[in-house]
């Protein structure tokens, strides 16, 4: 079958970062942690789209891992999350294993943050040679963005304890999780009613996929595409507080591709 236009453009992405193996070394486990928050097709863009985290799982077995495992923590049932947003589906055809969360399995971690000091973590993630944050680019109620930061919030228990300070409390997991890379999906972008989407006229097709080592800049960059000054959303602006990245991404010289 012809490739999708999202594998092209995760293809491209990892390509032009210097390939997946400047990432992925022989014989290593990857976690592909794309956002499976909710029960939703995706077209409502409330997920992240399958085929970019089934490409990912691909090019890591490409560059000689050993095993590629994804999950996440869903908000809605997780089968019925992992099934009908299509990743299920996309990580079983290429080879990786779908893990679902137990919950006793979380153990409390030394996070070390200004607001998280010891927090339930899901070890299989943080134990991984290399977690790829993937998530979906999309407006959220509480934090009016939800990009690669937020979503490291999948990989955490007790998630009532961010919503003291969700800007603090993101930014205190990101710091903990040592982001390495992150490839954020705008292949369509939900612009209202997150973060599960109301119907598909608040979805907005955009096709941009935007990768790279810096999840600071990649959110500001996920801002814009939102509609908001980077400077005005307080997570992002707390990642820059915290020496995260860089608020202003196009003093990085992001390289910008399109494939027709």
Not at 12 to 28: C, D, P, T, Y
Not at 64 to 87: F, L
């Amino acid at each position: 079958a012809p490739k999708s236009l999202p594998t092209k453009l995760t293809e491209k992405a990892i390509s032009e970062l210097g390939g997946m193996a400047r990432f992925v070394k022989k014989g290593q486990i990857v976690w592909v942690k794309p956002n499976i928050g909710w029960n939703r097709e995706p077209k409502f863009a409330a997920d992240t789209h399958p085929d970019v985290v089934g490409t990912l799982v691909r090019l890591c077995y490409e560059a000689g891992a050993k095993k590629v495992k994804v999950g996440d923590n869903p908000c809605n049932d997780a089968k019925d999350s992992y099934e009908n947003s299509g990743i299920a589906g996309a990580t079983r055809d290429n080879g990786g294993e779908i893990v679902y969360l137990d919950r006793s399995r979380f153990r409390d971690m030394k996070v070390g943050g200004e607001r998280l000091k010891d927090h339930p973590v899901y070890p299989d993630i943080v134990e991984c040679d290399l977690v790829i944050n993937v998530p979906v680019c999309k407006h959220h109620g509480s934090t009016r963005v939800s990009l690669c930061m937020k979503n490291y919030m999948g990989v955490v228990e007790k998630r009532g304890a961010f919503h003291q300070d969700l800007p603090t409390t993101i930014a205190d997991i990101t710091q903990f999780m040592k982001p390495r890379l992150c490839v954020l999906d705008a292949t369509r972008v939900l612009t209202a009613h997150g973060p599960t989407g109301g119907n598909v006229d608040d979805v907005k097709i955009t096709n941009i996929i935007a990768a790279g080592t810096d999840i600071v800049a990649l959110d500001a960059f996920g801002c814009e595409l939102l509609g908001h000054k980077p400077a005005e959303i307080e997570t992002v602006k707390k990642g820059k507080e915290y020496g995260l990245g860089t608020l202003d991404y196009k003093s990085l010289h992001m390289k910008e591709y399109s494939l027709t």
